[in-house]
T-cell receptor, first 112, second 112 residues
Framework: GQQLNQSPQSMFIQEGEDVSMNCTSSSIFNTWLWYKQDPGEGPVLLIALYKAGELTSNGRLTAQFGITRKDSFLNISASIPSDVGIYFCAGHKRGGADGLTFGKGTHLIIQP | NAGVTQTPKFRILKIGQSMTLQCAQDMNHNYMYWYRQDPGMGLKLIYYSVGAGITDKGEVPNGYNVSRSTTEDFPLRLELAAPSQTSVYFC???????????FGPGTRLTVL
């Protein structure tokens, strides 16, 4: 089955730095979503994008739905310790098997 | 309002045993899903349901069965557990926007 190409695989940053991660696909998706997963927990929805070119913010998080509908990025500004975790992108195809297609995740680590 | 709940949190099975993973939601959502997450990977869809009495296969359905007799509950059944089914299982739901899914806390299953 298809998986989205998510990069980078991991990021080591200093507190206060900005973070950028992205997700690409060989096929078109109609919806892009970004989730955060803490250890031992389920994914928590951060941002949902429904329209090509859409730019949406949620506090310090900003995500964009690529014009080609084959990519999306997530930015986190001024990172703080609680941002540590694994970030997943997911795509949904209208008329597909109704499930989401996930990337493998970006592991964000904040160095003291 | 508990959202999506899953039981048990952890379980160890012997090869060949069977068990049912429980999922319940109080959001009155029609759509429900089961995913599995293997180490270092994104989530993959096992089964989904668009409403009570209606279920369909996802990407990786082999070795699993589901039923949906009520809107609230969507149990996942493993009949003959195999080591390949060692994984973390997540239940999810979606409402009016089918493409926007909300996840439970997960069940960590080990088959020895």
């Amino acid at each position: 089955g298809q998986q989205l190409n998510q990069s980078p695989q991991s990021m080591f940053i200093q507190e206060g730095e900005d973070v950028s991660m992205n997700c690409t696909s060989s096929s078109i998706f109609n919806t892009w979503l970004w989730y955060k997963q803490d250890p031992g927990e389920g994914p928590v929805l951060l941002i949902a994008l429904y329209k090509a070119g859409e730019l949406t913010s949620n506090g310090r998080l900003t995500a964009q739905f690529g014009i080609t509908r084959k990519d999306s990025f997530l930015n986190i500004s001024a990172s703080i310790p609680s941002d540590v975790g694994i970030y997943f992108c997911a795509g949904h195809k209208r008329g597909g098997a109704d499930g989401l297609t996930f990337g493998k995740g970006t592991h964000l680590i904040i160095q003291p | 309002n508990a959202g999506v709940t899953q039981t048990p949190k952890f379980r160890i099975l012997k090869i060949g045993q069977s068990m049912t993973l429980q999922c319940a939601q109080d959001m009155n959502h029609n759509y429900m899903y089961w995913y599995r997450q293997d180490p270092g990977m994104g989530l993959k869809l096992i089964y989904y349901s668009v409403g009570a009495g209606i279920t369909d296969k996802g990407e990786v359905p082999n070795g699993y069965n589901v039923s949906r007799s009520t809107t609230e509950d969507f149990p996942l059944r493993l009949e003959l557990a195999a080591p390949s089914q060692t994984s973390v299982y997540f239940c999810a739901t979606s409402g009016a926007r089918q493409d926007t899914q909300y996840f439970g806390p997960g069940t960590r299953l080990t088959v020895l």
